[in-house]
């Protein structure tokens, strides 16, 4: 059982990471320019964003394993219809569906392999369920880099939904699973807010080139997020139960570091994925090759980490991992148009070996700091905190290229494309810095058990 579920998080990074390989040429087939192949990517992490602590809350009122399987079911449906789509609007608002149906089984994958692993092992089986999704991301820009060079970023969506499908099903006869009604169980106002704040901040970055809207939109998301956080301690069933982040220092540093850690995370590959094919002129096959490099460091490191974390303090494991993230992004500030794929590879390589490092350590330290009966809302804000970390880089980076590129198609403007990366690296440099700044910080404090 419990392998299974590992070996399930292979499939749903394949797709992660396929699709943005194939966005270059998805954007010149249907003329998407550059602001709305950003907003491919931006509200797939809003949707799953929007909705993580939502479907935390009802995994622990309901069933996880039937959520579980039912996000793996729709992630892979929802891929088949994407590549039958040949209307942008279509497509943005089909990924936007397909990242609550990520969220579904990422907030529970967890949680289930927390069920199922006594405390002594959770560092291994973490590690290697990153492994496996490490292995899924390394895999993925090279099969996509080949699908797209043979039939067009099409086949990405079909062969990865068809194999999310597959995959569902296999999961179907294997996890057992019994729903139960789950009741009155969130604050309906609450999720409205959240979403409209993610939202607004998306479509407002994708808008910067035309001034005042998108600003109006940013500073509405803002607004909007702000009365969230401040309503929660006043409600009997919040979203974020801020007394018990105060209550759970561990819990709430380690969450601290892995959002701001995250900007990075899916921001570097997005854009490299764009410099490769855009500034540099490779194919798509060579840029998945390149994107796959470090995924192979991750894939290799990250069950070493997990082990490792068993026997030394994680949160010094996890410090490593972030003092690697810091030097590749300050390596990413030495991209221009004239780097050599090497160099590139060297970048992505170096972070990958931070992540490797911090993912499963900085997880063991989010699920063993609270009570066995708050680990799905553990789990939930957990990915919360990555999905917020990649959200708030995406948005970062889509705000940059509309800045740069504006309406423009992405193909014709290889220079400013390359401005842009530089922009987006020096403020990854800062938001990493603060990350690793609290983490060492967080390491003097005492480790108390929940």
Not at 170 to 181: E, N, P, Q
Not at 274 to 286: A, G, K, N, R
Not at 288 to 304: C, E, H, T
Not at 428 to 450: F, K, M, Q, T
């Amino acid at each position: 059982m419990v392998w299974a579920v590992i070996a399930a998080q292979l499939a749903p990074p394949f797709m992660f990471s396929g699709v943005g390989v194939a966005l270059p040429t998805l954007g010149a087939e249907l003329h998407g320019s550059a602001s709305a192949l950003g907003l491919v990517e931006t509200l797939f992490l809003g949707g799953s964003a929007s909705f993580l602590l939502l479907l935390g809350r009802l995994a622990d009122a309901s069933d996880k394993r039937t959520l579980y399987k039912l996000g793996l079911l729709g992630f892979g449906v929802l891929s088949l219809v994407i590549g039958s789509v040949s209307w942008m609007p279509a497509i943005l608002v089909l990924r936007f569906a397909q990242g609550i149906a990520a969220a579904t089984f990422t907030v529970t994958g967890p949680a289930i392999l927390t069920e199922l692993v006594p405390a002594e092992r959770r560092g291994r089986v973490f590690g290697a369920s990153m492994g496996a999704a490490y292995a899924g991301l390394t895999l993925g820009p090279i099969a996509a880099g080949a699908l797209v060079d043979a039939w067009g970023w099409r086949s990405v969506f079909w062969v990865g939904g068809g194999v999310l499908v597959v995959l569902a099903t296999a999961m179907h006869g294997l996890l057992a699973s019994r729903w139960r009604w789950p009741g009155r169980f969130v604050h309906a106002p609450s999720v409205a807010l959240l979403i409209g704040a993610v939202l607004a901040c998306v479509m407002g970055a994708a808008s910067l080139h035309d001034g005042a809207l998108g600003v109006g939109l940013l500073a509405g998301g803002l607004t909007l997020g702000a009365v969230f956080v401040l309503w929660q301690p006043r409600l009997e069933r919040p979203l974020i139960d801020v007394r018990a982040l105060a209550r759970h220092p561990v819990l709430r540093d380690a969450l601290a570091v892995q959002g701001l850690l995250y900007m990075n995370a899916y921001t570097s590959l997005f854009m490299a994925s764009l410099y490769l094919q855009v500034t540099l002129e490779q194919p798509p096959d060579t840029a998945g090759q390149v994107l796959a490099l470090g995924s192979v460091v991750m894939a290799v490191l990250a069950p070493l980490a997990g082990r490792l974390a068993d026997y030394v303090p994680a949160r010094q494991v996890a410090s490593v991992g972030v003092g690697l993230v810091l030097l590749s992004a300050l390596l990413g500030l030495g991209l221009d148009a004239t780097t050599t794929l090497p160099y590139v590879a060297l970048v992505l390589g170096v972070q990958s070996a931070g992540f490797a490092m911090f993912s499963s350590p900085n997880m063991t330290l989010i699920m063993g700091s609270v009570p066995p009966s708050e680990v799905g809302i553990a789990s939930a804000l957990g990915a919360k905190a990555r999905s917020l970390g990649m959200l708030s880089g995406m948005v970062m980076t889509a705000g940059m290229i509309a800045f740069e590129l504006g309406d423009a198609p992405i193909a014709d403007q290889p220079l400013p494309l390359m401005a842009a990366v530089v922009r987006v690296y020096a403020i990854l440099v800062v938001a990493v810095s603060l990350s690793l700044l609290l983490s060492i910080l967080s390491s003097r404090r005492p480790l108390v058990a929940p």
